[in-house]
């Protein structure tokens, strides 16, 4: 049972261009988020998914873009990269909201 | 919208002592959950415990406690016999029925000093 699992761990990115991060869990989870973390701001919602087909905006949705169209995977698109997005980025899952989310590693991404 | 605040950026706690975390959150749910995270140096997240609003009974896990004050908006974790183990980033998180993913405070850093 692998949980969830981002790929890839590390990336460094020019700005300007494009990437997907990979997100895959093996729970048959239901809800997927998307997060980023900033020192001292805690982590912050991105993207989530209630199931496959749906999608909508968390905080900071602004220069990402999702889609879910199966349950197991649910991929974050930086469209163009800027310098503001170096960030750590996760992916959670859960299969319901009370439950508590299962996170995957992490993704350390510097846009230079 | 759900707003989630820890007003301690860090805390220190002698090993084998007890430490309280504070937690304020606000929502216009009644129906919702809390959590408490913990992240080590490792980065990986990892849920301690977690608190339902319509339960009165508060959550605890092993050394872990929390202190669930409905009316307040008030959700501390306090840790008892603190282990070396234990020092790490923890972060206070909320769920409700508007918006179905978590929404985190800016954690509290905790130090063990032996």
């Known amino acids: 049972n692998a949980g969830v699992t981002q790929t890839p761990k590390f990336q460094v990115l020019k700005t300007g261009q494009s990437m997907t991060l990979q997100c895959a869990q093996d729970?048959?989870?239901?809800?997927m988020s998307w997060y980023r973390q900033d020192p001292g701001m805690g982590l912050r919602l991105i993207h989530y998914?209630?199931?496959?087909?749906?999608?909508d905006q968390g905080e900071v949705p602004n220069g990402y873009n999702v889609s879910r169209s199966t349950t197991e995977d649910f991929p974050l698109r930086l469209l163009s990269a800027a310098p503001s997005q170096t960030s750590v980025y996760f992916c959670?899952?859960?299969?319901?909201?009370?439950?508590?989310?299962?996170f995957g590693s992490g993704t350390r991404l510097t846009v230079v | 919208a759900q707003t989630v605040t820890q007003s301690q950026p860090e805390m220190s706690v002698q090993e084998a002592e007890t430490v309280t975390l504070s937690c304020t959150y606000d929502?216009?749910?009644?129906?919702?959950?809390l959590f408490w995270y913990k992240q080590p140096p490792s980065r990986q997240m990892i849920l301690v415990i977690r608190?339902?609003?319509?339960?009165?009974q508060n959550a605890t896990e092993n050394r872990f406690s929390v202190n669930f004050q409905k009316a307040a908006k008030s959700f501390s974790l306090k840790i008892s016999d603190s282990q070396l183990g234990d020092a790490a980033m923890y972060f206070c998180?909320?769920?409700?029925?508007?918006?179905?993913?978590?929404?985190f405070g800016s954690g509290t850093r905790l130090q063990v000093q032996p």
């Open positions: 729970m048959n989870h239901e809800y």
């Open positions: 929502t216009s749910e009644s129906d919702y959950y």
């Open positions: 998914s209630v199931g496959a087909g749906i999608t």
């Open positions: 608190q339902e609003a319509y339960k009165q």
């Open positions: 998180a909320s769920s409700d029925t508007g918006r179905r993913a978590l929404t």
């Open positions: 959670a899952s859960s299969p319901s909201r009370g439950y508590g989310y299962t």
